[in-house]
């Protein structure tokens, strides 16, 4: 299963503020962002796409070094 989880905060009285999410699949959290919610799903999904692929970038940056792009 793939979610996006707001994480909070969830006393914020601003119910359009700022909220921290998870990108979760299954259980393990792959990427982590921050969403304004007044900014709608559109938008949402896309920072959740960028979180994912930024993780994933530092994930194989990590793993393979310099070698990674070129």
Do not use: S
């Not at 921290?20 to 559109?42: P, S």
Request: hydrophobic content about 40%.
């Amino acid at each position: 299963m793939i979610a996006i989880v707001n994480v909070g905060p969830h006393d914020d009285p601003d119910p359009t503020g700022w909220r921290n999410y998870e990108v979760r699949i299954n259980h393990e959290v792959i990427a982590t962002f921050r969403h304004k919610r007044e900014h709608g799903l559109a938008r949402c999904l896309k920072v959740a796409a960028n979180a994912v692929a930024d993780a994933r970038a530092r994930e194989l940056q990590a793993y393979f070094g310099d070698e990674v792009g070129q």
